[in-house]
Each structure stands twice: as structure tokens, then as C-alpha cells.
């Protein structure tokens, strides 16, 4: 039974965010202004056209880059003034980030990218390899733990970049098209995994996604156009 409470576990307000144009003259406004709430144990999707702002959004949420304009909090805790370090500390506990390419250690094996969370965090090296290797196991890829992300298939590095970001069972997870790269068999199991996840830790996820009927089955359903949310479908 899932319980959405009405504290948000991760909000933002008027969110602003411009990058500087190829001419070097005009910048490229990409969010207008976004107000978005998620609160524990909730499911939001994001859609959009390619080149909308999802993942621009999705890095600014999960404090991997600072808006031009508006704040973001992780629940009662702003990210306006902690420093660089005040933030990855905190991310590491906060936000498990599933980045739209993976971006897995190369010279890591999968248990060993796995394990990166709780090692950061100061976990010893055996409880942390246990932990990575039934997170692995739920993901089955029990027998490509040892190999390093080149070895592996989109999908399989998809599954692990997920099973990274759930290492340290943090609340929020944000998660850049998690299942870009997956049949529809292994969508359908990461989705299960996603909302037995969920069930458990009470974890709350925003998911970004080109599919409709993915999105259709999260609690609420945004539509990122012209910079701003301006469109809720109630999954
Ligand atoms: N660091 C950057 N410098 C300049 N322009 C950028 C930068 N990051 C993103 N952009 C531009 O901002 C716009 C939004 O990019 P973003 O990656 O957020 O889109 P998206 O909605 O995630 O697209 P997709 O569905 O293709 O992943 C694009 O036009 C992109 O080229
Ligand atoms: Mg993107």
C-alpha cells in the first residue's frame, strides 16, 4: 500500500535555465519558469519532444547543475548556497541520478559501479559488494557482474545504471529514460522493479520518457513545452 504524503520529498519554483547560443549573441532559453512538487512514495513522468529541457530540468533537480533563475529543494533543505561539496554529500544520500547515457565507470566492473554509491558514503568495501550483487541479482545480471560496462549491452548497462542509483536506497530517484534502451520484456521487468522499489522504501521516482503508456501508469503525467510544465494528465 502505497501512502503519498503531502511533504515534498523534492520541489523547485520558477526554474530558469538558458545556455549560451551558437552565435555566441542570443541565449537559448530552455526553461521558462517550472514548478514541479513530488512527494514520498510518488511517481511523476515527464514527457517531451527531443530538445524540449528534460534532461536539463532532471540535472538541475538532482543538483547536477544550478539554474540561471528559481530554487530547488531537497525536501525542507534548499540547494541556493551549499557548496560544491555541501551538495555532492548530500546528493549521495538524497538523489540516485539514472543519467540518460549511462555515463558507467569504464574501467569498473559492473558490481564495482554498483558499489560506487556506499563506497562515496563510507561504507566498508564487503557489506557495500554484497549489497551491490543482490541489487544485481533483482536486475538478473547475476552473470555480467564482472564485466566492465563495454562488455555489456545498452540494456544491461541501462539495468546497472539503475541498480547504482538505488545503492543507497535513497528517497528520490531521477531517472533520464531508463528504459531507452530496452525490449519490451525488459521494460515491462524494470518497470516491476521500479514500483516493487518503490513499494518497499517508499521511494519516490521521477521517471523521463518517450512512452505514453509508461507514462500512463505514474501517478501524474507533465508535459515539458516551451520551457514550462503547462500540461497534467492525471495517470
Ligand atoms: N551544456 C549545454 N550547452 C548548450 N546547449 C545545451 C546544453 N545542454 C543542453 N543544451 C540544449 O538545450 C536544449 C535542451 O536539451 P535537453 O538535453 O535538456 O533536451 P531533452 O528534452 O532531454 O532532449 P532528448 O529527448 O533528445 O534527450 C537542446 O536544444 C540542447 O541542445
Ligand atoms: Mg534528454
Redesign the pocket.
Given at each position: 500500500m502505497i501512502t503519498v504524503n503531502s511533504s515534498p520529498v523534492l520541489s523547485c519554483r520558477s526554474l530558469v535555465k538558458s545556455?549560451?547560443?551558437k552565435d555566441g549573441r542570443d541565449r537559448?532559453q530552455?526553461l521558462r519558469g517550472v514548478d514541479l512538487e513530488l512527494k514520498s512514495g510518488q511517481m511523476i513522468a515527464i514527457t517531451?519532444?527531443?530538445?524540449?529541457?528534460?534532461?536539463?530540468?532532471?540535472?538541475l533537480l538532482g543538483g547536477l547543475d544550478r539554474p540561471d533563475q528559481g530554487e530547488v529543494w531537497w525536501g525542507d533543505q534548499p540547494l541556493n548556497g551549499l557548496s560544491g561539496n555541501e551538495l555532492a554529500n548530500l546528493r549521495n544520500r538524497m538523489i540516485g541520478f539514472v543519467f540518460?547515457f549511462h555515463h558507467l565507470l569504464p574501467e569498473f566492473s559492473a558490481l564495482e559501479n554498483v558499489m560506487m554509491p556506499a563506497l562515496i558514503r563510507g561504507d566498508g568495501s564487503r557489506s557495500a559488494s554484497n549489497r551491490a550483487a543482490v541489487l544485481l541479482e533483482r536486475f538478473q545480471l547475476q552473470d555480467r557482474m564482472h564485466h566492465r560496462p563495454s562488455e555489456l549491452s545498452g540494456g544491461e548497462q541501462q539495468r546497472i545504471a539503475m541498480a547504482r542509483a538505488l545503492m543507497n536506497e535513497p528517497p528520490v530517484v531521477l531517472a533520464?529514460?531508463p528504459t531507452g534502451n530496452l525490449d519490451e520484456d525488459n521494460t515491462e521487468q524494470m518497470l516491476e522493479l521500479i514500483f516493487e522499489i518503490r513499494s518497499e522504501f517508499q521511494t519516490s521516482f521521477i521517471l523521463?520518457t518517450?512512452e505514453k503508456d509508461i507514462a500512463a501508469r505514474c501517478d501524474v503525467h507533465f508535459l515539458?513545452q516551451n520551457g514550462q510544465i503547462d500540461t497534467q494528465e492525471f495517470g
Amino acid at each position: 500500500m502505497i501512502t503519498v504524503n503531502s511533504s515534498p520529498v523534492l520541489s523547485c519554483r520558477s526554474l530558469v535555465k538558458s545556455f549560451p547560443a551558437k552565435d555566441g549573441r542570443d541565449r537559448l532559453q530552455v526553461l521558462r519558469g517550472v514548478d514541479l512538487e513530488l512527494k514520498s512514495g510518488q511517481m511523476i513522468a515527464i514527457t517531451g519532444s527531443s530538445g524540449c529541457g528534460k534532461s536539463t530540468l532532471l540535472h538541475l533537480l538532482g543538483g547536477l547543475d544550478r539554474p540561471d533563475q528559481g530554487e530547488v529543494w531537497w525536501g525542507d533543505q534548499p540547494l541556493n548556497g551549499l557548496s560544491g561539496n555541501e551538495l555532492a554529500n548530500l546528493r549521495n544520500r538524497m538523489i540516485g541520478f539514472v543519467f540518460q547515457f549511462h555515463h558507467l565507470l569504464p574501467e569498473f566492473s559492473a558490481l564495482e559501479n554498483v558499489m560506487m554509491p556506499a563506497l562515496i558514503r563510507g561504507d566498508g568495501s564487503r557489506s557495500a559488494s554484497n549489497r551491490a550483487a543482490v541489487l544485481l541479482e533483482r536486475f538478473q545480471l547475476q552473470d555480467r557482474m564482472h564485466h566492465r560496462p563495454s562488455e555489456l549491452s545498452g540494456g544491461e548497462q541501462q539495468r546497472i545504471a539503475m541498480a547504482r542509483a538505488l545503492m543507497n536506497e535513497p528517497p528520490v530517484v531521477l531517472a533520464d529514460e531508463p528504459t531507452g534502451n530496452l525490449d519490451e520484456d525488459n521494460t515491462e521487468q524494470m518497470l516491476e522493479l521500479i514500483f516493487e522499489i518503490r513499494s518497499e522504501f517508499q521511494t519516490s521516482f521521477i521517471l523521463i520518457t518517450h512512452e505514453k503508456d509508461i507514462a500512463a501508469r505514474c501517478d501524474v503525467h507533465f508535459l515539458l513545452q516551451n520551457g514550462q510544465i503547462d500540461t497534467q494528465e492525471f495517470g
